[in-house]
């Protein structure tokens, strides 16, 4: 059924890293477009991530080598590894994801482009 689960999130200093992963429960989402967006408070959700359908990936200017996506399509989950986090990291991480196996650009994607998204995971970094 059509479902987003993330997990992993968490509390870290400046500099450390961070793995969180999205789990999904739709055998159909293994080759469809799954990006991974973030929200600040106060600030509007943006995209980080876009995972194609294909497993090839676009990232947004700001992840600058920091961040990598992969996929287990046999635990169908998609995980965001992310390396020296700053607190401009800090925010609610979600997983999506969209009909088609290509993805909109990170840095101009917008919330409505997904029509199926999940609950977040928190992510805090501390100076």
């Known amino acids: 059924h059509a479902q987003l689960v993330e997990a992993g999130g968490g509390s870290v200093h400046n500099g450390g890293s961070l793995r969180i992963s999205c789990e999904y429960f739709?055998?159909?989402?293994?080759?469809?477009?799954m990006p991974w967006f973030r929200q600040a408070p106060g600030r509007n959700r943006e995209g980080v991530i876009g995972n194609e359908g294909d497993h090839t990936s676009k990232y947004a200017n700001f992840v600058k080598g920091r961040f990598t996506v992969s996929r287990d399509t046999t635990k169908r989950t998609l995980y965001l590894q992310m390396n020296r986090l700053t607190p401009e990291d800090t925010g609610m991480y979600y997983c999506a994801a969209k009909r088609g196996v290509r993805c909109p650009d990170p840095n101009y994607a917008e919330k409505s482009d997904y029509g199926l998204w999940g609950q977040g995971t928190q992510v805090t970094v501390s100076s």
């Open positions: 739709d055998d159909e989402l293994n080759e469809r477009c």
